[in-house]
């Protein structure tokens, strides 16, 4: 019996009772040109069936020719994760049904990926570094996309028709599998978001995909499985889906562990099955019962030979290896002499990448830092968008920020600037332009309204003549008001005190 939705087990009482093991797929969408398997593009938004060929579409006697770039790019994962690469490995065919799929099986690796036995450590939000194992990396292709009409929320369950687009179908993939992940108790949450975001940030920093989640160019499936504490063999597993944030992922395997712990308490079991995952409520709900591998009846694929990899070729891809992100934020942790808990912020608002842009282009890491993480992360918040997605630039920051350096707007009016660009109202100095935002420099008429608001507050001036210089910032703003928030407060505060004396 399935427990219903909302009946869980309050997370500490589950781990006095039971230790979760976790293991997690990954499937990365590689940005080559072509699909794995043919010369069709691999863009991602094209017109419907406009990246198509015979090979994509399974038609009669189409035979696939392995892209190498992608094979060389599955080699560089696997490296960046430590793993030892096969000098020989296979692809096979992965049979089943799926009408984005013509050609009735996927082509994958199975018992001869090309990367295995590497690891990838994880830095958990207190500092400490948590390795995870990795089983194997193995390359394979994507499936196209359907899209199901006149059902609710698009699923196929009462759906009157379906669309069938292949532009995807044959694009690569590589598909990174952990070891289970034992031991990790009340941080199996954590470790698993973690991990994710470690994977995305390598994926990115190797140049072979843009990891979007959000765009399914990232997939994460999580299983996880529960056992009684001093118990060694695992429990069943269940293996949740479409998860398509890093929150969704951390919530998934919390909600996983409290709904299993809940149904074995009471006497129920688990089934080993696929499980949806809804953005929603943070809740997920049974899908179908999981195949063995022996129902895909793999084997290997005729139509390829085996994929080589000589020694020279690893070591080649190995020496262009980037600097790796954890290489990276340890350089600038140093260099930027931040401590642990800054650090963590930043990386956590996903805008370590940003800064760096931003002090290139000129920024001090603090400007660049106080943008990204206060200001720009709250506009995000706000819209729902990741930190990357802002319509604004690291460069238009940093630009941002040299106007406030050179006394042209105040820390105010730079956030207005910075508003109209995130609007689409053009660039910095045309919205600073257009808006008026110029801090103004115009001595004269600063003095004017220094004068008109001294002479309308006569017994604040004698507060100030009396030594309260508190009393000022009433005529600050009252100038700022008559300047429509544009004086430079310093010559304001100097003006002040000059005719108070
Ligand atoms: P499948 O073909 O079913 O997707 P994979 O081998 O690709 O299987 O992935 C299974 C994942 O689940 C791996 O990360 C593995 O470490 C993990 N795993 C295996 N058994 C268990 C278990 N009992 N509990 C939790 N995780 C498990
Ligand atoms: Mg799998």
Redesign the pocket.
């Known amino acids: 019996m399935t427990a219903p939705v909302n009946d869980l087990m309050d997370f500490d009482e589950v781990l006095t009772r039971f230790d979760p093991?976790?293991?997690?797929?990954v499937h990365v969408e590689l940005a080559t040109e072509t699909k794995m398997f043919s010369a069709s593009s691999a863009n991602f938004g094209s017109a419907p069936n406009s990246n198509v060929d015979p090979v994509s579409l399974g038609l009669p006697g189409a035979l696939p020719v392995v892209n190498a770039r992608g094979v060389e790019w599955a080699i560089k994962i696997g490296l960046a994760l430590n793993c030892s690469i096969a000098e020989s490995s296979r692809f096979a065919r992965k049979n089943y049904f799926y009408p984005d799929q013509p050609k009735n099986y996927q082509i994958s690796q199975y018992d001869e990926p090309i990367a295995y036995d590497g690891y990838l450590d994880v830095v958990l939000d207190d500092g400490t570094t948590w390795r995870v194992e990795i089983?194997r990396a193995h390359m394979e292709e994507d499936t196209g996309k359907l899209t199901h009409l006149g059902g609710a929320e698009g699923r196929i369950q009462g759906a009157t028709s379906s669309l069938v687009d292949c532009n995807r179908a044959g694009v690569p993939l590589i598909e990174i599998?952990?070891?289970?992940i034992e031991g990790a108790g009340e941080r199996a949450p954590e470790v698993a978001r973690a991990y994710v975001s470690a994977l995305r940030d390598l994926v990115k920093a190797l140049g072979v995909s843009d990891a979007r989640m959000d765009q399914g160019s990232m997939r994460v499936?999580s299983?996880?499985?529960l056992r009684p504490i001093g118990q060694t063999e695992?429990?069943?597993?269940t293996?949740t889906k479409n998860i398509n944030s890093l929150k969704s992922v951390e919530q998934a395997v919390r909600y996983e562990m409290q709904r299993q712990a809940r149904v074995i308490t009471d006497g129920g079991s688990i089934r080993q099955e696929t499980r949806h995952y809804h953005e929603t409520d943070g809740s997920t709900t049974a899908g179908r019962i999981?195949e063995t591998?022996e129902e895909y009846r793999y084997f290997n694929d005729p139509d390829l030979p085996p994929v080589i990899a000589p020694r020279e070729w690893v070591e080649e891809i190995r020496a262009t290896l980037p600097e790796l992100p954890w290489v990276r934020k340890a350089r600038i942790r140093e260099e930027w002499n931040l401590s642990d808990a800054e650090m963590r912020d930043l990386v956590n608002a996903g805008a370590l990448d940003l800064i760096i842009a931003t002090v290139e282009e000129g920024a001090t890491p603090a400007e660049a830092r106080s943008w990204w993480v206060s200001y720009l992360t709250q506009k995000a918040n706000e819209s729902g968008a990741e930190l990357e997605q802002l319509d604004i630039t690291p460069a238009q920051v940093a630009h941002v920020a040299a106007l406030v350096k050179e006394g042209k707007l105040t820390n105010k009016l730079a956030r207005q600037a910075v508003d109209g660009v995130l609007a689409g109202e053009g660039d910095v100095d045309e919205v600073v332009a257009a808006r008026g935002l110029e801090v103004v420099r115009d001595d004269g008429a600063i003095e004017k309204a220094v004068d008109e608001a001294l002479a309308a507050n006569p017994d604040i001036v004698e507060k100030i003549r009396g030594g309260n210089a508190k009393a000022g910032g009433a005529i600050v703003g009252a100038v700022m008001k008559a300047t429509r928030g544009k004086a430079d407060p310093a010559l304001v505060n100097k003006l002040i005190a000059e005719k108070c004396r």
């Not at 093991?21 to 797929?25: H, T």
């Not at 695992?234 to 597993?237: E, Q």
């Open positions: 093991v976790m293991g997690l797929e089983e599998v952990t070891k289970p499936d299983n996880l499985s695992f429990g069943t597993r293996e999981k591998a």
